[in-house]
């Protein structure tokens, strides 16, 4: 008895001094109470477009929200990514669009609005710029600083720039596509710098997808069901090489400032690829929609639009937005995957880990491309 006695401190002894070895992980068990703020296109937008257009949104009616049977103006069949992310941080409530009143934004907002780009100002939206400007004109009557540096920024946008660009200069030599790129890609920077002085400390930056495998894309190109259109690929490429660098010069140069990375290009990527290694049977076109990829006019009352019988078997529900399978998806691998997937952390372990400590890990650029092989991309990243 004595001696199970001993071995019983021995062991509460080892633990002890195992669990003040590494604070980090310890606190890192339960979630703070923190926001979650998200910025960027219809891919983030929870509802926002209804509330800068007198026109009848589609996705404010039967059948997006389909599978909640909840048309709530988000762009998908159900919830979005940003709800599942949500969901796993512990907050009990869905996060509101920001533009409609008297809403209950004490866990954040969604400050997203389809259409919306970096350049240029869009027709009844918000570019990324003005939703940050949104953000400071809300932020004294509902957020102090303290809960803000804590909070998540989730940013997703780029995709409209790119798409009205090829749209516009079909023609486009190299050099115009890297200046084009170069100049989303600053302002970008800007609008990240401007949220970080407004306190903001914790972002979240999603790659784009690529965007010429898109069905809406396929369908205005006619690239067939097995081809993508590799200008906008390449165009989306561009702009993500430059996301994990830039944001590696703020970490070192802006005092508590901390980030991870989406790899959405390559997630999307390895669906389209590989489809029924994720459970989906239809990855080149839409669940809803018309046309040769079913990718246009879901929604709209002037369309006859096909809906399939299943959406959880299509990675996309209309010509540009995932199923909220998909989606579920994301949120997943937003909130609990390894560096091949998001990097250097994940939401997880970016929401616990603490303000104003540098980060100990930084962005480093894929190694392996699942262009290239059947492979999953793998990452990696080191010490600073």
């Given at each position: 008895m004595a001696g199970n006695g001993s071995l019983a401190t021995v062991l509460g002894l080892i633990l002890v001094l195992t669990l003040f070895h590494n604070p980090i992980t310890v606190a890192g068990q339960s979630i703070p109470a923190v926001a979650l703020f998200t910025f960027g296109d219809s891919n983030f937008d929870a509802g926002n477009k209804q509330s800068l257009t007198k026109a009848n949104v589609p996705q404010g009616f039967w059948p997006y929200g389909k599978s909640r049977d909840d048309p709530n103006g988000k762009?998908?069949?159900g919830f979005i990514a940003p709800d599942f992310v949500a969901k796993f941080m512990g907050i009990p409530i869905e996060i509101p669009a920001a533009l409609k009143p008297n809403v209950n934004?004490?866990?954040?907002?969604s400050f997203a609005v389809a259409d919306a780009t970096l350049l240029g100002a869009p027709v009844e939206s918000l570019n990324l710029n003005q939703q940050v400007r949104k953000f400071n004109q809300m932020k004294a009557s509902n957020w102090n600083d303290d809960f803000v540096k804590k909070s998540l920024f989730m940013i997703y946008i780029g995709a409209n720039d790119y798409l009205n660009f090829t749209k516009n200069?079909?023609?486009a030599d190299a050099s115009a596509q890297q200046a084009f790129v170069t100049s989303v890609t600053n302002k970008l920077k800007n609008d990240i710098s401007l949220l970080y002085a407004s306190g903001a400390s914790?972002?979240?930056?999603q790659t784009l997808a690529p965007l010429g495998c898109l069905p809406i894309v396929r369908q205005d190109y006619n690239t067939g069901m097995d081809q993508c259109h590799e200008t906008l690929n390449n165009l989306a490429k561009q702009h993500n090489d430059k996301i994990g660098p830039m944001l590696n010069e703020m970490a070192r140069t802006a005092p508590g400032f901390?980030?991870?990375v989406f790899d959405f290009y390559n997630v999307i990527l390895r669906r389209t690829q590989r489809s029924l290694n994720y459970r989906f049977l239809v990855t080149n076109?839409?669940?809803c929609g018309v046309g040769t990829h079913n990718a246009y006019g879901c929604g709209?009352?002037?369309v006859h639009s096909k809906l399939c019988e299943y959406q959880r078997s299509y990675l996309f529900f209309d010509g540009r937005h995932n199923t909220e399978k998909a989606q579920e998806s994301f949120g997943h691998l937003l909130f609990g995957a390894d560096p091949n997937v998001i990097q250097p952390m994940n939401v997880r372990e970016l929401v616990t880990y603490p303000v104003d400590e540098p980060m100990r890990e930084f962005w480093l650029p894929t190694t392996s491309s699942v262009s290239d092989s059947t492979s999953s991309s793998s990452h990696g990243y080191e010490f600073y």
């Open positions: 762009f998908s069949d934004v004490s866990r954040g907002a200069n079909p023609i914790k972002f979240v930056i901390q980030f991870t076109s839409s669940c709209f009352p002037n």
